[in-house]
């Protein structure tokens, strides 16, 4: 059973930086790729990194600026770092895995997996 649990979201200020946790099981880095997806409420739910099969990383160009995608293949976790963090950055955080590298640029309709998601609030 593919299992996917972010954690590490919460209240940050504006201008302040979180990481997202999301750790994996059930599959292997081999077999899909992995990604951090979020939905501002109210909007559609759209891609912000991933990390494909082999490693490489891919972003949203809107987000390569501040987040920065990374994982520790030993713990089965993939990391959101995200800095200079803004209000309209409030949305739930999902990680997901299968399809997500296209889905950075094509939407989210292919993901495979779904994690529960994480909210991340700014405050102003």
């Known amino acids: 059973e593919v299992q996917l649990q972010a954690s590490g979201g919460g209240l940050v200020q504006a201008g302040g930086s979180m990481t997202l946790s999301c750790t994996f099981s059930?599959?292997?880095?081999?077999?899909?790729?992995i990604g951090w997806f979020r939905q501002v409420r109210g909007k559609e739910r759209e891609g912000v990194a991933a990390?494909?099969?082999?490693?490489?990383?891919h972003y949203v160009d809107s987000m390569k600026d501040r987040f920065t995608i990374s994982s520790d293949r030993a713990k089965n976790t993939i990391y959101l770092q995200m800095k200079k963090l803004k209000t309209e950055d409030t949305a739930v955080y999902y990680c997901?895995?299968?399809?997500?590298?296209?889905?950075?640029?094509?939407?989210?309709?292919?993901?495979?997996?779904w994690g529960q998601g994480t909210l991340v609030t700014v405050s102003s």
């Open positions: 997901a895995a299968g399809g997500v590298v296209g889905a950075l640029r094509h939407g989210p309709w292919a993901v495979v997996f």
């Open positions: 059930g599959f292997t880095w081999r077999d899909y790729g």
């Open positions: 990390i494909s099969a082999d490693g490489s990383t």
